[in-house]
């Protein structure tokens, strides 16, 4: 239980730091590059680096915008190339980009994922909050951005 095969060792870092108890995983996969960062105090700046991030998607590659679960943020519609997965979903897409939220990703792995509202209370919530984050941080294998409208959570600053 303390080999990482999905992740990447930088992502493998990076929820290893999520609980004291987790410093001395290993990670299989090369270190990869570090999990980048968008944070905005505007929502259309915020979704116009989501999309930049959307654009930038190479061609053979997915990416997975994981989003808490609950009510889809209808704003997310406004999103170019973008699919937008649900419970009714019966096949995940090959390549390209897509939502979908935290519950249908658990167990699943994407080569980029994107952390969409890791200020929303489902990932900071005290109790199951920490281990929420720990699942979708982990659902990246290559790449990872973390993103916020405001500032992220205090444990992944720095980041």
Known sequence: MRTSYRSSGAITTLFS???????????????????????ATDFNDYLTQIQAQIDQLPTD???????????????????????????????LPETGAFTLPLTLAKGLEFDNVLLYDLTNNY???????????????SRATHQLTLSALGKLPVELNGQ
């Open 61 to 91: 590659q997915t990416l997975a915008i994981i989003t808490p679960a609950g009510d889809f943020d209808e704003r997310l519609t406004g999103l170019k190339n973008v699919h937008h997965l649900s419970t009714e979903t019966t096949n």
């Open 123 to 137: 990932y900071t919530e005290p109790t199951v909050g920490h281990n929420r984050l720990y699942t979708a941080i």
């Open 17 to 39: 730091q999520l609980f004291t108890d987790l410093t001395d995983v290993h990670a299989v996969q090369p270190a990869g590059k570090r999990p980048t960062t968008i944070c």
